[in-house]
């Protein structure tokens, strides 16, 4: 009798945790992308199914070209953000000890408590043509006026490696950190090279890791939005620049829930593919 | 119990006020038949057990044999599919575990790491409205008590293993329980710690008069501290009874393996007699044994023999006094653990194997392998067991020493 | 390449100078951000006019320091108090969440798990769009069929929390979750052992275990909201929080007063990163 009423207990705990998280997924999450999907497949005018925004997304390049635009370079970005972080990481996690550790690992996470506007307004300063880098070109002789760095896709680049980084260095370094100094140590006291070690020992034990970190990075980068427009200028085309347009210049809302779930489709496939093609698991790379 | 001889027309209302005239009031805790069942398994098998106050009980059984759940049914975190609970007069059953007369040292003590000493011990005082000065009083006495008078502003992290235990006591013996229960406390010291506090917390109980009932899978701790101990084998208890009936009078072959070391041999009745039995085991030996079940041991009938090291007689010489039991043997192998070591004999018909204690005289100072050695015991130290014959089959080890 | 196996000098310069140029590479934008600060000039940037605090403290003439400009001002309070409602409203969600995941086992759990973390992988400025779309939905039916006006679901402050706390909940539900599973549970029996009802076990004994996660998770939360543009940009209205309001001064062409601004962030932003590494060492 007395187990009943604990049951029922328990019970009613669960439905009044479960109210909250409800209410937050279905209110936020899910019936706004799904009306989102009502939006681009319905006709403003006869209320009728219609596929039309799609089409117009197929028919106009300058859409489906800045979409593969944004989607190749959120992959180059993402892998490049791995391949700078990657030795950062590896540093931070096993060549250094107690104290310079946590502030070595504090100096890199500090930056990105500021703002990404501010940090963004800082490769402004830095990268213009009245820049401090035109400027120290002029002065050392390297170049005989000044020079424009802004407004190019490289510029972007950087900006987008720079805004990620902290998302790729954190979980390198917590899988890193898991490593033990002893595997290591066997591998180069049964004959493996630097390179043999880690090949073979170092990144497949950090592969939870580098997907987790790349996931997230890849999704910053696809859905950013003040990297492209202020380092990027005018002609940068970035898609959820274009999102952008749709609803608030536009109010095109149906094309721009069309574009929305594209960009979304597309994330999801990338996310998808990368998590089988490495054999890791949502909930564990992400949680 | 004599509530279970009363007359059932007497209504449960008497019935607990006349088994309370009956009993003498000292009955701290009455377990009666309980039984758990978890999905699949029987965790608890109709236990039944009366501690008397004051008294120091244990619960001695190897891990998963149902004891902790046990005291978690005690403790009021499980529930008992059937049978009842009773303290001091008052089931227990669909009491909640806060408001049980009964306090619990957890097996990791479970001191709280947010709150300091002094909180942690008057956690229970607050939760009882106790008067802030009553609190700060309550618990610098419990604290001189248990011999850490002054550090109610330390941490919990500042204390060493020992401290921390005492700690855990404390906690729970400052809300005066009727019952105290112990998780295996012990079991994360270091042995030497661990020898040091066995003395110590039978020492408390005395103090506080308290009734303990604790469990472990260690019978050394359950020997040295316990007034009475169950031992527990899969969900049923083997036998109740004073450490010192448990060593000698084993009333089961799981005892009798479990409590102390025991040469342990599967054999079968060749006669019987008055006094003995002639036991003829799987490894050649002869042996003569005292039966200790009921049941009589025909010839042929199968048995489970179990002899002491430490009751074995050793000598370099053949003994004229001839013992019921004398082994020539020669030394296979000498195991080395100071006051505890052992010798390993084998005997020199049969080949069977002996594990005896090497006794620390000068007359064995020089014993190597392969020297002679005389056996000797009676036939009260040689505990008989009847077994069924599917036992005996599937026993695949003929001899070895258990230890519990 | 660990301590404990040797490599070659020229191995080891370089890659200690690979982590010089990484750090430079780091902290050059934020240095030359704070610089140009204290520049005596209209334009941050080159040349260097001589040090002053106009872009902090003037209060006339072309330079108006950001004490005297109301409208950044503005944005700053505006931006603290959307940054508290979300923070308070997702601590609160992520603490139900964290026990109601490390608590309770339940069909669909798993299921669930993944959906509440989908607002990491859902790019900003779609999860703006997306609430923004709905809520206007909902606002139109009202008006349409019910005649009332919910002002609150159009594009204004109410929304932005809204945005906001959709995804800071997931990020502070992990922070909290993570600490609540390394809690013992039998500290909580041991509560219940010594008197306490079930409710009073985990107000006494379980929230104070959890609470520098939820200190650690309203701070990165803050500082979340309060960064926030994406999802912000999507459902501002008239009055705009601080990111929005500089995003806007930055296409208009930038005055050091940004810089100023950007000078107060980072400090702020720095206190706060401070406060929450010694929270997480305490919590050790």
């Known amino acids: 009798m007395s187990a009943v009423t604990v049951a029922k207990k328990i019970r009613l705990g669960l439905w009044l945790l479960l109210a909250p998280l409800f209410l937050w997924l279905v209110l936020l999450i899910i019936l706004p992308h799904f009306e989102l999907l009502a939006f681009s497949l319905i006709d403003p005018e006869d209320q009728g199914f219609t596929f039309e925004f799609y089409l117009e997304f197929f028919q106009e390049p300058l859409y489906w070209r800045t979409f593969l635009r944004t989607a190749v370079m959120s992959i180059l970005a993402t892998i490049l953000t791995l391949v700078i972080a990657f030795p950062v990481a590896f540093y931070i996690a096993k060549m250094l000890r107690g104290r310079s550790k946590g502030i070595v690992f504090a100096m890199c996470l500090i930056p990105f408590w500021v703002s990404e506007l501010v940090r963004t307004f800082g490769w402004m300063i830095l990268l213009r043509e009245s820049g401090v880098i035109s400027n120290f070109l002029q002065w050392s002789g390297l170049a005989s006026g000044p020079v424009e760095l802004l407004y190019t896709d490289a510029t972007i680049m950087l900006g987008l490696v720079y805004t990620s980084m902290l998302f790729m260095v954190v979980p390198l370094v917590s899988t890193l950190d898991s490593l033990d100094d002893s595997y290591i140590e066997a591998g180069y006291d049964l004959g493996g090279s630097n390179w043999d070690v880690m090949r073979e020992i170092i990144i497949p034990h950090a592969v939870p890791g580098i997907v987790s970190g790349c996931i997230i990075v890849f999704m910053l980068s696809l859905g950013n939005y003040l990297t492209p427009v202020l380092l990027g200028g005018k002609d940068s085309l970035w898609f959820t620049e274009q999102i952008y347009t749709q609803f608030i210049t536009r109010f095109n809302w149906e094309q721009g829930s069309a574009f929305g779930l594209l960009l979304l489709l597309l994330s999801s496939l990338i996310v998808w593919a990368g998590l089988k093609a490495t054999g890791q698991s949502f909930t564990k790379t992400m949680g | ?404 | 390449m660990i301590p404990s196996i040797k490599q070659s000098k020229i191995f080891n310069r370089l890659y200690i100078s690979y982590l010089v140029w990484f750090f430079v590479f780091l902290a050059a934008p934020l240095i030359v951000v704070g610089v140009f600060a204290f520049n005596d000039s209209l334009f941050p940037s080159f040349p260097w006019q001589g040090g002053t605090l106009d872009w902090f403290f003037s209060d006339s003439g072309k330079k108006i320091g950001i004490f005297h400009d109301s409208e950044l001002l503005g944005s700053i309070g505006l931006s603290i108090m959307i940054a508290f409602m979300a923070t308070f409203f997702a601590v609160l969600v992520a603490c139900s969440n964290a026990f109601l995941f490390e608590r309770y086992d339940f069909p669909g759990k798993s299921l669930l798990y993944v959906l509440m973390l989908l607002p990491l992988v859902i790019p900003g400025v779609l999860l703006g769009v997306s609430i923004l779309v709905f809520s206007s939905e909902i606002a139109n039916y009202f008006e349409d069929y019910w005649m009332i006006d919910l002002e609150f679901l159009r594009p204004g402050i109410t929304l932005v929390v809204i945005g906001q706390f959709a995804f800071i909940t997931t990020i502070s539900t992990l922070i909290i979750a993570a600490r609540l599973r390394k809690f013992d549970r039998t500290l909580e029996e041991a509560a219940l052992n010594l008197g306490a009802s079930p409710f009073v076990a985990v107000l006494t004994i379980t929230i104070p275990y959890l609470k520098p996660a939820i200190i650690g998770a309203a701070i990165v939360c803050f500082l979340m909201s309060f960064e926030n543009f994406n999802t912000t940009f999507m459902l501002v209205g008239s009055d705009a929080p601080l990111t929005v309001a500089m995003f806007e001064r930055l296409r208009e062409g930038s005055t050091p007063v940004l810089n100023a601004i950007s000078v107060l962030l980072m400090l702020g932003s720095g206190l706060l990163a401070i406060a929450n590494i010694s929270l997480q060492k305490k919590q050790q």
């Not at chain 2, 002054?150 to 919990?156: A, I, M, P, T, Y």
């Not at chain 2, 917390?201 to 899978?217: A, C, P």
């Not at chain 2, 043997?329 to 194997?353: M, N, P, R, W, Y």
């Open chain 2, 1 to 404: 119990m004599s509530k279970s001889s009363m007359p059932k027309s007497v209504t449960s209302k008497t019935a607990q006020s006349v088994a309370s005239d009956l009993n003498p009031p000292n009955i701290d805790l009455a377990c009666e038949n309980i039984c758990k069942q978890f999905a699949g398994f029987t965790a608890v098998d109709n236990v039944s057990f009366t501690i008397p106050q004051g008294s120091f009980f244990s619960i001695l059984g190897p891990s998963g044999c149902g004891k902790t759940t046990l005291l978690r049914m005690l403790a009021g975190f499980e529930h008992p599919s059937s049978g009842d609970i009773v303290i001091k007069g008052q089931s227990m059953l669909g009491v909640q575990p806060n408001k049980r007369p009964v306090n619990m040292v957890f097996q990791h003590l479970a001191l709280f790491p947010t709150m300091n000493i002094e909180q942690n011990i008057g956690y229970g005082l607050r939760r009882l409205g106790v008067a802030k000065p009553e609190i700060v009083q309550r618990v610098a006495a419990v604290l001189a008590r248990v011999g850490l008078a002054g550090s109610g502003n330390k941490e919990v992290g500042q204390l060493s293993g020992g401290q921390r235990q005492r700690i855990a006591l404390a906690r729970c013996l400052v809300l005066n329980p009727t019952l105290l229960l112990l998780d295996e406390p012990l079991g994360a010291l270091d042995l030497k710690l661990r020898e040091h506090m066995k003395i110590e917390l039978k020492q408390l109980q005395k103090e506080f008069g308290t009734t303990f009932v604790y469990i472990t899978h260690d019978q050394s701790e359950a020997l040295v501290m316990s007034d009475q101990i169950a031992v527990m084998n899969q969900g049923k208890f083997e036998q109740v009874g004073t450490p010192h009936q448990l060593y000698y009078q084993p009333r089961t072959a799981f005892v009798a393996g479990f409590v102390g070391d025991s040469n342990r041999w599967q054999g079968v009745v060749d006669s019987s007699s008055d006094q003995y039995l002639s036991i003829k085991t799987s490894d050649g030996l002869s042996i003569k044994g005292a039966p200790q079940n009921a049941a009589i041991l025909s010839s042929g009938e199968a048995v489970e023999l179990f002899v002491r090291p430490e009751a074995i007689n050793v000598s370099r010489e053949p003994q004229a006094a001839v013992s019921d039991n004398q082994f020539k043997c020669i030394v296979d192998t000498i195991l080395f653990d100071g006051a505890k070591s052992q010798i390993i004999a084998i005997e020199e018909q049969s080949g069977g194997k002996i594990t005896v204690i090497l006794p620390q005289t000068a007359d064995f100072y020089d014993l190597k392998k392969s020297d002679d050695l005389y056996l000797q015991w009676t036939a009260g130290q040689a505990l008989c067991f009847s077994v069924d014959n599917l036992a005996i089959e599937s026993a695949d080890e003929t001899h070895s020493v258990s230890e519990g």
